[in-house]
């Protein structure tokens, strides 16, 4: 990682920085088997105001992603949140890669390899870029969305900006209530840390992860001989009849069933073009904080707020529209945190999660700034969902790509040899 010149001035800064983690998975952190620990910032000598500048190049990629809205310009309408401080300024988008070029090795340890995005950018194309089976230099534009980082990652071989609405997780309700009648406030913990924390250790990313997989299962046999929409819901009904699935009850309105529709990819003549048999669903996943409504207890924005982003219960589906990539609020003095982590999975068929990779980088590309350059990292599962402060909550998102798209090969090498 890039060494800083500048030494870290708070003692638990909460930034994750959009990288895999070095802790214990959610589900064993909750249940006392390993210790949850600080931040990627803290870790890597990041300081405040990168962290404010990471979140604002967040929140410009979130604002610049919209449909229509071209990738260099920012709309004149956007609010304060969405302005980008003249200091993060300094981003830049990676130069081209020959297109014959491979790869050099990754730096691998602990269940992540890691490497610099002009590196990542030459395996994209030798692995990742192939359209109807030709490898493809990645263009000006895919590069300009790749620069943002975390999110730049699944942006580009998602294609459209991720709006995260066909979100699944899984909360067990049974353990929230037990670990609420029957355990105990910490040392010095407050009524609303415990229980933001408690809400923390009931989502288990591994069983949300396999009900996202479950579904793009499901969705992908409906896609198979379905050349119209029509075809396509009535066949997906019929699968989910088949596995006697709680979405065949949702709304015909739900995001469930109008997914493929307000995919972009779906409508353009160099993707789907109306065919869902020419499209496939693939999965990424974003962390982020559950304390996100700026008129609620200032101590919910602070520890979390149990009762946000929980899944149906019965489907899985998270309700993400109050969604908003607002960060973590400062308990402390010095304290700041990161708005989100995204995680690109794509359609990979190993069964055993924790065999799958999840690649994501650590921040902007700024490589004449104090901050460096851009890292990308490609993790194992455990190391994906780890758990950090910065986040308290893991949704799994399908989305739908061409078929003629390999963003998301059905196996993906961690690093390179």
Known sequence: MYKRRRFLAFATVGAV????????????????????????????????????????????????????KPSAELSPSTGAPFRTPDSADDRETPPAEPLDRMPDAYRAYGGRATTVVNNYIRKWQQVYSHRDGKRQQMTEEQREQLSYGCVGVTWVNSGPYP???????FFDENKYKNDLNNTSPRPNETRAEFEGRIAKGSFDEGKGFKRARDVASIMNKALEKSHDEGAYVDNLKTELTKNNDALLHEDSRSNFYSALRNTPSFKERN?????????????????YWSGQDQRGPSDKRKYGDPEAFRPDQGTGLVDMSKDRSIPRSPAKPGESWVNFDYGWFGAQTAADADKTTWTHGDHYHAPNSDLGPMHVHESTFRKWSAGYADFDRGSYVITFIPKSWNTAPAEVQQGWS
Do not use: W
């Open 163 to 169: 709006t995260n609405k066909l979100a699944f997780a």
């Open 17 to 68: 920085i959009c990288t895999a983690g070095f802790t214990p998975s959610v589900s064993q952190a909750a249940s006392g088997d390993g210790v949850e620990k600080g931040s990627y910032a803290e870790t890597h000598d990041l300081t405040a105001d990168d962290v404010k500048n990471i979140n604002a190049l967040n929140d410009r990629a979130l604002a610049l992603g919209q449909p229509g």
């Open 271 to 287: 993707g789907g073009n109306y065919d869902p048999s020419k499209m496939k669903a693939v999965i990424y996943s974003k962390h």
